[in-house]
């Protein structure tokens, strides 16, 4: 089964910036889509930013559009979730997921077969 890696968290001021990294043990036909998601305490996972490997398809939650990208590098097996302007409510464990096909439902993490172990993102005020 692929691994997915997430590291980059940390602890950061806010206004501050992050780049989480999401590296793959492989990629393969079932990788097609490649998601952020995030899981604060007592809540639900949402979803934060997609990707398609060619960059070709991306979608942001509205709460980080503008000021999140996510990029994908195929040489490395890794795609990469940048944040800027960080705010307390940003706080949450950041998970990487792949999904085969979403059927252009990017939010929902039922369509997504691998998740990584989550990285833990911190924003002090």
């Known amino acids: 089964q692929v691994r997915l890696v997430e590291s980059g968290g940390g602890l950061v001021q806010a206004g501050g910036s992050l780049r989480l990294s999401c590296a793959a043990s492989?990629?393969?036909?079932?990788?097609?889509?490649m998601s952020w998601f995030r899981q604060a305490p007592r809540k639900d996972r949402v979803f934060v930013a997609g990707?398609?490997?060619?960059?070709?398809?991306?979608a942001y939650a509205d709460s980080v559009k503008g000021r999140s990208t996510i990029s994908a590098d195929k040489a490395k097996n890794t795609v990469y979730l940048q944040l800027n302007n960080l705010k307390p409510d940003d706080t949450a464990v950041y998970y990487c997921?792949?999904?085969?096909?979403?059927?252009?439902?990017?939010?929902?993490?039922?369509?997504?077969?691998?998740w990584g172990q989550g990285t833990q993102v911190t924003v002090s005020s």
């Open positions: 997921g792949s999904s085969r096909s979403i059927g252009g439902e990017w939010d929902r993490p039922s369509q997504y077969e691998n």
């Open positions: 990707t398609t490997w060619s960059g070709g398809s991306t």
């Open positions: 492989e990629r393969t036909d079932s990788m097609n889509v």
